[in-house]
């Protein structure tokens, strides 16, 4: 069983910058690839993020390329979304995922353990 724990959301204005952290518990953490999600009222959960077991590959949504960045420290078992020029567009709540492949995945369903969530609300 692997649990995962989101922190470092809250509000901020547009154009500001939050860093995500996702903690991660209960298995060897490097062996997977780790995801960001969001889900705002009303829509899916998209995929935002994510990156290899390594650390070596990260893939972006088109929305977040060149504003967000994605990254991991294995021996803290975490890993962090650096969200920079936000935009009101950008509010939702975000979930951070484990795969059990080392490769980048861009489904919910490549994903198989999910945070709680943290609330990211960006006002214009």
């Known amino acids: 069983q692997v649990q995962l724990v989101e922190s470092g959301g809250g509000l901020v204005q547009a154009g500001g910058s939050l860093r995500l952290s996702c903690a991660a518990s209960?298995?060897?953490?490097?062996?997977?690839?780790m995801g960001w999600f969001r889900q705002a009222p009303g829509k899916e959960r998209e995929f935002v993020a994510a990156?290899?077991?390594?650390?070596?590959?990260?893939a972006y949504a088109d929305s977040v390329k060149g504003r967000f960045t994605i990254s991991r420290d294995n021996a803290k078992n975490t890993v962090y979304l650096q969200m920079n020029s936000l935009k009101p567009e950008d509010t939702a709540v975000y979930y951070c995922?484990?795969?059990?492949?080392?490769?980048?995945?861009?489904?919910?369903?490549?994903?198989?353990?999910w945070g709680q969530g943290t609330q990211v609300t960006v006002s214009s």
């Open positions: 995922a484990a795969g059990s492949r080392g490769s980048i995945g861009y489904t919910t369903g490549e994903y198989n353990y």
């Open positions: 209960g298995r060897t953490f490097s062996s997977g690839a």
């Open positions: 990156i290899s077991y390594s650390g070596r590959g990260t």
